[in-house]
C-alpha cells in the first residue's frame, strides 16, 4: 500500500526538549511539506522540500528544522526555540512541487509541551 | 488579509439537504482543491481543479477563474459527510500552497 506514515500519533515533550517528528511516503513524490494547524486555523506552511538535500523555509520555519537526506523520509525537529509547539503536526507530499500536483496527507502527530 | 477565504464557517443541515461551501481567492492559481479533514485529524484530497467542473459520487466542484471563486457542492448530504472542508489553492509561480481556515459541517440523521 502507498501512502504517508507519521508517527507517533501522539506526542508529549517537557518545555525545552527538542523533538523530532517521522514522516515517510513511499509514493516516490520528490516534494514533501510540513504544516501546522492549530484550533480554528488553516494549515500554515512550516517547511517544504521539492528535492533531496533541498528545501526551503515556509511562512513560520521559526524553531523548526528539517533534513531531507533521502527521497522517503523528511523529519522535522520541533526546538526548544520554538515558542508555542503545542500543535496538530501534518506532513503531505506532491509528485512535484508547485500547486497543479495533489497533495498527499498523512494522519498526522499532535504535540503537546509542558 | 487572507489569500483564501471560505464561508461559511460552521454548517449544520438535515440529513439529505443540498450543501454549498463557497472558497474566493486573491492569488493567481496553478489548481484549486477541495480537501476533506475527519475528527481524527486526518486529511484526504477530494478534488483538484483549474477550470470547469468535477463530479465524484455526491460530491460537485466548480470552479470561476475570472472571478477567483470556486464552490463544493454535496447533494442527498448524510450524516457521515460531517468533516471540516477545506479549501487550499497552489498560487502561480510559487511551490506552495495558500489555505482557507475551513467549514465545520455538521449533518444531522
Known amino acids: 500500500d502507498g501512502g504517508i506514515t507519521q508517527s507517533p500519533k501522539y506526542l508529549f515533550r517537557k518545555e525545552g526538549q527538542n523533538v523530532t517528528l517521522s514522516c515517510e511516503q513511499n509514493?516516490?513524490?520528490?516534494?514533501m511539506y510540513w504544516y501546522r494547524q492549530d484550533p480554528g486555523q488553516g494549515l500554515r506552511l512550516i517547511y517544504y522540500?521539492?528535492?533531496?538535500?533541498?528545501?526551503q523555509k515556509g511562512d513560520i520555519a521559526e524553531g523548526y528544522s528539517v533534513s531531507r537526506e533521502k527521497k522517503e523520509s523528511f523529519p522535522l525537529t520541533v526546538t526548544s526555540a520554538q515558542k508555542n509547539p503545542t500543535a496538530f503536526y501534518l506532513c503531505?507530499?506532491?509528485?512535484?512541487?508547485?500547486?497543479?500536483?495533489?497533495?498527499?496527507f498523512g494522519p498526522g502527530t499532535r504535540l503537546t509541551v509542558t | 488579509k487572507n489569500e483564501v477565504e471560505q464561508s461559511p464557517q460552521n454548517l449544520t443541515a438535515q440529513e439529505g439537504e443540498f450543501i454549498t461551501i463557497n472558497c474566493s481567492y486573491s492569488v493567481g492559481i496553478s489548481a484549486l482543491h477541495w480537501l476533506q479533514q475527519h475528527p481524527g485529524g486526518g486529511i484526504v484530497s477530494l478534488f483538484m481543479?483549474?477550470?470547469g467542473k468535477k463530479k465524484h459520487g455526491r460530491l460537485i466542484a466548480t470552479i470561476n477563474i475570472q472571478e477567483k471563486h470556486s464552490s463544493l457542492h454535496i447533494t442527498a448530504s448524510h450524516p457521515r459527510d460531517s468533516a471540516v472542508y477545506i479549501c487550499?489553492?497552489?498560487?502561480?509561480?510559487?511551490?506552495?500552497?495558500?489555505f482557507g481556515s475551513g467549514t465545520k459541517l455538521n449533518v444531522k440523521p
Open positions: 522540500s521539492q528535492i533531496v538535500n533541498d528545501f
Open positions: 487550499a489553492v497552489g498560487a502561480y509561480n510559487f511551490n506552495k500552497f495558500y
Open positions: 481543479l483549474s477550470s
Open positions: 509514493l516516490n513524490h520528490d516534494a
Open positions: 503531505a507530499s506532491s509528485r512535484a512541487g508547485g500547486g497543479a500536483y495533489e497533495q498527499y
